[in-house]
C-alpha cells in the first residue's frame, strides 16, 4: 500500500502504457482539464509524451508504480492501456498491491470478455473496482474523442462516469460513452464492434475487387467512387478512408500505394474471438466469419503460391454499363452491411442472455455513432429501430432495413452471379445474401439433416404436425415411434 500525501496526490486519473493509444488519451484527459499521472514500463515513452506535449495540459511524471499510485487522487483511477493478455495481468497486479479498496483499474485495451470476467471477480475480492472498457477509434479517437465502452460494476461508473464522457466523442450532444453492464460486458461489446469491422472492412474489399477486375477501374477511380458513396447512406469513417488509402499515391514507385502494398491482412485477435464466441452462443455471424476467413486466406501464402493458375472454368462476360453495376455494387454492399450489423447486434443479445447482463443494444447503436472505427451515418438508423422496438427480433425485419434490402436485392443478386462467373470471390456479399435467403426461406433442408441424424445416432426430430420427438426405427419395420 502506498502512503499518499494530499499535496502530492492531485491526479483525477493515471494512465498507464504510452503507446499510441494511452500517450493520446492521456493527452486527451489533459486537454479536457483533468491532471494526468504518466506511466510506462519504459520510461523513455513517459518522456517522450512530456517532451512532445507536455504544455498541453497538467501532467504528473512517474517513473515506478509506487510514485505513480501515490499521484492519484482518492478513490485512485488508473487506465491500463498495454498490450492485452499477460501484459495486461502483469500490470494489474502490479498495481493492485500498491493500490487500496475502493480504487478502479480500468482496463482499456482489447482484452478477451472472459479474461475481464475473471479479472473483475478477482479483483473485487481484494475490494478494488476492475471496469474493463472497450475503447475504439484508434489514434485519432483517442485523441479527439473514442466512443468507449466500459463494463464493471454499476457504482464505479458513477465516480468513472464523468470523467471517461468528458473525453469521448459526442454525437447529436450524447456522449459515445455509456455504462455497459457489468464485468466483462463492456469487453464483450468492443470484441463484437471488432467484428463488425472486420464485416465492413472486408466488404469494402470486395467492392474494391469487382470495381479492379469486373470494371478495370483503376486506384484511383475506385478512390473517387467510395468519396463520392461518402456522401450518402453509406457514409461512415471506413468508407471515408478507403477513399484516402485508395488516393494515396507511393513517393518511390509513383503507382498507387495500394498497388505495392502485399495482399495479405493480418489480425490481432479480436475478429477471431468474435466468431469463436458466437459459435459457442450458436448465432450466425457468417459476415464477420467470412472475413476472418478471408484475411486468413490472403496470408495463406504457400496455399496460395501453389494454387495460382488452376482452372477457373469457364468465366463470364463483364458488365457493359458500368454506371449500372456500380449502383448495383453500391446497393449489394449496403445490403450486406445491413445483414453484418444484423449479426453483431443478435450476438449482443445472446451474450446478455448466456451472461445475465441485461444489455440495452440501442445503447451500442447510440455509443458507436461517433468516435469509433465503425462510425457511420446508418448507425442512427439503427439507433432509431431500437428506440422505436427495443425488443427487435432482427433488424432486417425493421422497416427501414426491410425496405432497403427490398430496394437492393436484384443488384445484391446480379453481383453476387457476376463475380461469380468472373471468378472473383465475395465471400462476404454472398455469404450475407445467404444468410437472408436463409431467413426468409419457407422451408430449408434442415429437415433432411434431422432426418440423417435420426437415421444414424438416433437424435430424434420434430414434427410438422404434432407436437413432441419422434424417432424412426430405422434399422427395424421403419414405423415411428415416441421418443
Ligand atoms: N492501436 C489501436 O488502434 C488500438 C489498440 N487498442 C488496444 O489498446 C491497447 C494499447 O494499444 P497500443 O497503444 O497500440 O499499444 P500496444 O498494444 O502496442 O502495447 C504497447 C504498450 O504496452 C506496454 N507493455 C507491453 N508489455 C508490457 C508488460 N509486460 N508490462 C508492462 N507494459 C507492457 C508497452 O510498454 P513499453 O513501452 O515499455 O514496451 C507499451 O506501452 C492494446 O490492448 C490494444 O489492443 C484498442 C483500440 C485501438
Ligand atoms: O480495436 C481496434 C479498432 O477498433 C484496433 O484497431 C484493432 O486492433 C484492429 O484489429 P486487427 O489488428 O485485428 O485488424
Same mark, same amino acid.
Given at each position: ?294 484475411? @486468413? ?37 449496403? @445490403?450486406?452491411?445491413?445483414? @453484418? ?141 415416441? @421418443?
Amino acid at each position: 500500500m502506498t502512503d499518499t500525501t494530499a499535496s502530492t496526490a492531485r491526479a483525477q486519473i493515471g494512465v498507464t502504457g504510452l503507446a499510441v493509444m494511452g500517450s493520446n488519451i492521456a493527452r486527451n484527459f489533459a486537454r479536457h482539464g483533468h491532471t494526468v499521472a504518466l506511466h510506462n514500463r519504459s520510461v523513455a515513452k513517459t518522456d517522450a509524451l512530456i517532451a512532445e506535449h507536455g504544455d498541453e495540459g497538467d501532467f504528473v511524471r512517474t517513473e515506478t508504480v509506487d510514485e505513480f499510485v501515490a499521484a492519484l487522487q482518492r478513490p485512485r483511477r488508473v487506465l491500463i492501456m498495454v498490450k492485452a493478455g499477460d501484459a495486461t495481468d502483469a500490470v494489474i497486479e502490479e498495481l493492485a498491491a500498491a493500490m487500496e479498496p475502493g480504487d478502479i483499474i480500468i482496463d482499456g485495451g482489447n482484452a478477451l470478455y472472459t479474461d475481464t470476467i475473471r479479472r473483475e471477480a478477482s479483483l473485487r475480492e481484494r475490494g478494488l473496482h476492475f471496469v474493463g472498457a472497450g475503447i475504439s477509434g484508434g489514434e485519432e479517437g483517442a485523441l479527439n474523442g473514442p466512443s468507449i465502452m466500459p463494463g464493471g460494476p454499476k457504482e464505479s461508473y458513477e465516480s468513472l462516469g464523468p470523467l471517461l464522457e468528458s473525453v469521448a466523442a459526442v454525437v447529436d450532444g450524447t456522449p459515445c460513452c455509456t455504462h455497459i453492464g457489468p464485468d466483462g460486458a463492456g469487453h464483450f461489446v468492443k470484441m463484437v464492434h471488432n467484428g463488425i469491422e472486420y464485416a465492413d472492412m472486408q466488404l469494402i474489399g470486395e467492392a474494391y475487387h469487382l470495381f479492379r477486375d469486373a470494371l478495370g477501374f483503376d486506384a484511383a477511380q475506385i478512390a473517387a467512387v467510395f468519396g463520392e458513396w461518402n456522401t450518402g447512406d453509406l457514409e461512415s469513417y471506413l468508407i471515408e478512408i478507403t477513399a484516402e488509402v485508395l488516393s494515396q499515391v507511393d513517393a518511390k514507385t509513383g503507382q498507387p500505394l495500394v498497388d505495392v502494398i502485399v495482399d495479405a491482412a493480418e489480425q490481432k485477435g479480436t475478429g477471431r474471438w468474435t466468431v469463436k464466441s458466437a459459435l459457442d452462443l450458436g448465432v450466425p455471424v457468417t459476415g464477420i466469419a467470412e472475413a476472418v476467413f478471408a484475411r @486468413a486466406l490472403s496470408g495463406s501464402r504457400a496455399q496460395r503460391e501453389a494454387a495460382k493458375g488452376l482452372a477457373s472454368g469457364v468465366l463470364g462476360d463483364k458488365p457493359t454499363d458500368a454506371d449500372r453495376f456500380t449502383e448495383d455494387i453500391r446497393q449489394a454492399l449496403y @445490403a450486406s452491411k445491413i445483414v @453484418a450489423y444484423a449479426q453483431g447486434f443478435d450476438q449482443i443479445r445472446a451474450g446478455s442472455v448466456e451472461y445475465g447482463w441485461d444489455l440495452t443494444p440501442g445503447d451500442m447503436a447510440t455509443i458507436w455513432r461517433g468516435g469509433c472505427i465503425i462510425r457511420a451515418r446508418f448507425l442512427n438508423r439503427i439507433k432509431e429501430a431500437y428506440d422505436t422496438n427495443p425488443d427487435l427480433t432482427s433488424l432486417i425485419v425493421e422497416p427501414y432495413f426491410k425496405d432497403a434490402i427490398e430496394t437492393a436485392i436484384d443488384s445484391w443478386r446480379r453481383v453476387v452471379v457476376t463475380a461469380t462467373q468472373l471468378g472473383i470471390p465475395v465471400p462476404a456479399f454472398s455469404s450475407s445474401l445467404s444468410y437472408y435467403d436463409g431467413l426468409r426461406a419457407e422451408r430449408l433442408p434442415a429437415a433432411l439433416t434431422q432426418g440423417q441424424r435420426d437415421f444414424f445416432g438416433a437424435h430424434t426430430y420434430e414434427r410438422t404436425d404434432r407436437p413432441g420427438k419422434f424417432h424412426t426405427l430405422w434399422s427395424g419395420d421403419r414405423s415411428e415411434v415416441d @421418443a
